[in-house]
Every structure is written in C-alpha cells, then in structure tokens.
C-alpha cells in the first residue's frame, strides 16, 4: 500500500498569506495525484487532479506541482473561505490511498 | 446538475448489516465509475470500493469479503452492502463519482450517511 504523507498537521497562517503544501509519496506514483479540500460538516471538493490540474471551477489561486514522490499544493494568497483541511489522495495503485490531511487555520 | 445523495445510515449492533445506497442525478452511473469512501469520527478518509461502469469491482483489504457495491442502472443508484460491520466502521461514508483512468479521482461526492457499530 503506498503510503501518502503530509508533513504538516496544520498550518497557521493569515489571510492574504501564501500556503505551501506538501505531500510524499512512499514510492512514485508518477503525476496520479489529487488535492481535496473538505471544510466542517461537508464532503470533500476537489481542486487539482493529476498533479496540477485544476478541477472545474477551482479559482487560479490554488495550484499544484510535482511528480513521482514529492508534490506541492499552493495557495496563493489565502482568503477568508480557504480556511480548510486538505487531503492529497493516489490513484497510481491499489488500495487508493489518502494523506492525513492538512488543517490551514487562522493565525 | 450532477448530485449523489447518500441514504441507509444508522446505529447497528457489532456483527449487523447495513445497506447504504447512492443515488444520483445530472448523470447515469451506468457509464461512470462510483466509489464509497468513508471518514471516520475525527480521522482522515479511506477509500473503501469502486464499482467500474462495466460492472466489476474492486476493494480495499480492510472491506473485501465484508462490503459488497453493486448498482441498480435503472435506478441510477449505488448501493454498499456491509455485513459483519465492527466497532472500527463507525464512520461517515461518502459516495463518489470517479473520473480519469479507473475512476480514482473523485470529482463529485454526496454529502454523507452516518454509520454508528455500537451495543
């Protein structure tokens, strides 16, 4: 089983500040990555498939990077509703797999 | 608009059975692919079954021979049989419509069913 680690907990930062991501893979999984993101009480959105791909109707503030083990998720300047758990999940092999997820709170 | 909304969820007793279903709208799920995931109380998710649009399946170790998805195509509707259920399957599960090759990214999600294993 491939193995996804965030190696953030959590991360406080302020709105208007830059977030950086990361997530590492326990072997490569080439570019068959995808960042969620899941707020309180609702089901998880997805925001970039495929490594850097973004999802429909995702804003541009959000982006993603990297391939084989080590992989990024960035937003740019974080806003009010950005606030947020966010997951990386593997598609390369079975069982898909999830990170532990990155809370983003509010410095 | 596509929607997937999740119903069956409950309190069961440890070794109980429960059949959760997901129906969907905006889409047919006879041609998508269509996965359950779950999110247990305070904990990260976990990919738990597909359902490919030909019709077979595929399981995480910690389900197979436990859960069971199926789909009725004239009803647009996913189910996840789960017999045998324990304490550690207390969880939400989320269904959800994959997309890309064998539908591992999952683009759209209901909202959730709670599923509660206790005495």
């Known amino acids: 089983e491939i193995v996804l680690t965030q190696s953030a907990a959590s991360l406080s930062l302020s709105p208007g500040e830059r977030a950086t991501l990361s997530c590492r893979a326990s072997?490569?999984?080439?570019?068959?990555l995808a960042w969620y993101q899941q707020k309180p009480g609702q089901a998880p959105r997805l925001l970039i498939y495929?490594?850097?791909n973004r999802a429909t109707d995702i804003p541009a503030r959000f982006s993603g990077s990297g391939s084989g083990t080590d992989f990024t998720l960035t937003i740019s300047t974080l806003e009010p509703e950005d606030f947020a758990v966010y997951y990386c999940?593997?598609?390369?092999?079975?069982?898909?797999?999830f990170g532990q997820g990155t809370k983003v709170e509010i410095k | 608009e596509v929607q997937l909304v999740e119903s069956g969820g409950g309190l069961v007793q440890p070794g109980g059975s429960l059949r959760l279903s997901c129906v969907a709208s905006g889409f047919t799920v006879s041609n998508n692919y269509i996965s359950w995931v779950r999110q247990g109380p305070g904990k990260g998710l976990e990919w738990l079954a597909l359902s490919y649009s030909n019709g077979d399946t595929h399981y995480a170790d910690s389900v197979k021979g436990r859960f069971t998805i199926s789909r009725d195509n004239s009803r647009n509707t996913v189910f996840l049989q789960m017999n045998s259920l324990r304490g550690d399957d207390t969880a939400v599960y989320f269904c959800?419509?994959?997309?890309?090759?064998?539908?591992?990214?999952?683009?759209?999600w209901g909202q959730g069913t709670l599923v509660t294993v206790s005495s």
């Open positions: 072997q490569s999984i080439s570019s068959y």
């Open positions: 495929d490594a850097s």
């Open positions: 999940q593997q598609r390369s092999n079975w069982p898909w797999t």
């Open positions: 959800a419509r994959g997309r890309g090759a064998a539908g591992g990214t999952f683009d759209y």
